[in-house]
């Protein structure tokens, strides 16, 4: 039965990559917090200053390629609840439940096109009950963790996203 469990929490198991065949970040785009932004600008197709919180992609950039571990929270491996975790933890000062679950009943519902950089986005990859997390940035790209690539950054629009797309909002 904790096998189960466990197995439920991050499911991302898809190769990601975006809807118009852009493939997704797994690798470092900012190499120190001396360089600019353009880099992700570029990425989620946005002009630098709608890159709202610097902090936060800074922190991004510092794990991406991280590897998918269940249940971990460390460079060494993580999962998507944990990442999100960490992500809210260090850069809005706010505590999140630990399972992606229980995040989507503490958020207050948003519809994709009202989302914000920094919103949560909630998928089902496993039989109807949410099981995996990421959080939005610009242009329907989110980041969060694959069990394939680790830290990455996906694209909603991606047909296996949209095809188990549960829910979204903000914790906010």
């Known amino acids: 039965m904790a096998l189960v469990l466990l197995l439920s929490s991050c499911a991302s198991k898809k190769n990601a990559s975006t809807s118009k065949g852009k ?7 900012l190499k120190s917090k001396n360089n600019s932004l353009e880099d992700f600008a570029n990425l989620l ?36 609840s944990g990442f999100v975790s960490n992500v809210y933890t ?7 439940p630990r399972t992606s679950r229980d995040m989507a009943e503490e958020i207050k ?7 914000k950089e920094g ?5 089902a990859f496993g039989g109807g009950k949410i099981d995996h997390v990421g ?4 242009n329907n790209r989110f980041v ?9 950054i996906s694209n909603l629009e991606d047909v296996w996203y949209s095809k188990y797309f549960v829910k979204s909002g903000s914790v906010f």
């Not at 519902?109 to 989302?115: M, R």
């Not at 919103?119 to 998928?123: G, Q, R």
């Not at 969060?144 to 990455?152: A, E, N, R």
């Open 109 to 115: 519902n948003k519809k994709i096109d009202k989302l």
């Open 45 to 80: 197709e946005v002009s630098k200053k709608d890159l709202k919180n610097e902090k936060l992609y800074f922190y991004i950039d510092s794990w991406l390629g991280t590897p998918h571990k269940m249940g971990g929270t460390t460079k060494s491996g993580i999962d998507c």
């Open 23 to 29: 493939t997704s970040s797994s690798k470092h785009i």
């Open 135 to 138: 959080i939005y940035l610009h």
């Open 90 to 96: 260090e850069i809005y000062k706010e505590k999140l």
């Open 119 to 123: 919103d949560l986005v909630f998928f």
């Open 144 to 152: 969060h963790v694959s069990s394939k690539k680790g830290v990455i």
